[in-house]
């Protein structure tokens, strides 16, 4: 495979939500979601783009935010631009470092709600890394590591 099909792979199979949002400053809420399919030079109008995005907004409570880059919103806000980047193409799997690592307990919670909704109503697959217990509360398995060795991996029932 070459490094542009493994790249492609990549950006189409794969989101990632980083601890600290890794948002582009100069770019908008909006510029900030749709730029993985931007990355990709894909044929389709960028107003078709725009459009898919702020739907996504939309369900991210983000609509009204739309416009503002990520100076003017909140750590909750730009959590949640962050994860309408990394769900923009579908990927199968999403994964997120401490995404609720930087953020009040009300705006991680929504942050765990939309993650949730994300695994279970989209059936994507979703991969937190936290040292919070009452997160890794909300997973239906839980591998625990120390030392960069599995200490245990266990199914929750729930």
């Known amino acids: 495979m070459s490094d542009d099909a493994r790249a492609r792979a990549r950006n189409t199979g794969m989101g990632f939500v980083f601890q600290s949002y890794h948002l582009v400053p100069e770019l ?8 993985p399919r931007l990355v990709q030079n894909n044929s389709r109008k960028t107003s078709a783009l725009e459009a898919e995005g702020l ?15 990520p100076a003017e919103l909140s750590g909750g806000e730009q959590q949640r631009v962050a994860i309408g980047r990394a769900l923009f193409n579908s990927p199968d799997v999403i994964f997120c470092d401490e995404p609720t690592g930087n953020l009040d307990s009300k705006s991680g919670a929504m942050v765990m709600d939309i993650l949730l909704h994300v695994n279970r109503g989209r059936h994507q697959a979703v991969v937190i890394v936290t040292h919070d217990e009452l997160i890794a509360r909300h997973a239906h398995r839980i591998v625990a590591i120390k030392d960069g060795k599995v200490q245990t991996a266990a199914a929750v029932v729930p």
């Open 28 to 35: 908008t809420a909006l510029e900030n979601v749709i730029l």
């Open 55 to 69: 739907k996504l907004l939309e369900q991210l409570g983000l609509f009204p935010r739309a416009g503002h880059r």
